[in-house]
Nanobody
Framework: QVYLVESGGGLVQAGGSLRLSCAAS????????VGWFRQAPGKEREFVAS????????YYSDSVKGRFTISRDNAQNMVYLQMSKLKPDDTAVYYC????????????WGQGTQVTVSS
């Protein structure tokens, strides 16, 4: 079992930056791929970024590529999402999720953290 807790959300002006953190419990967390997702009001949840278990491989949606950076610290059981050049369209609840088999099927989810970008 893996438990995930997101933090770092808040209110920021357009063009600003935020860093989201995902703290994980469970000693096998370092073996899981981890992704960030977001869900805006009235919209479906969408993929934002993911990182392989080793941190070697990262993937981004086209909408955030070049602005967001995902990273992880397996020694601390942490995953981060550094967000810069934020836009009002980035406003959403952001979730981190762990993929036990690294097959794109995420098994564990956090409760989410709100990010609001004002224009």
């Amino acid at each position: 079992q893996v438990y995930l807790v997101e933090s770092g959300g808040g209110l920021v002006q357009a063009g600003g930056s935020l860093r989201l953190s995902c703290a994980a419990s469970g000693r096998t967390f370092r073996n899981y791929a981890v992704g960030w997702f977001r869900q805006a009001p009235g919209k479906e949840r969408e993929f934002v970024a993911s990182v392989s278990w080793s941190g070697e491989f990262t993937y981004y949606s086209d909408s955030v590529k070049g602005r967001f950076t995902i990273s992880r610290d397996n020694a601390q059981n942490m995953v981060y999402l550094q967000m810069s050049k934020l836009k009002p369209d980035d406003t959403a609840v952001y979730y981190c999720a762990a993929d036990e088999e690294s097959n794109g099927a995420y098994d564990y989810w956090g409760q989410g953290t709100q990010v609001t970008v004002s224009s």
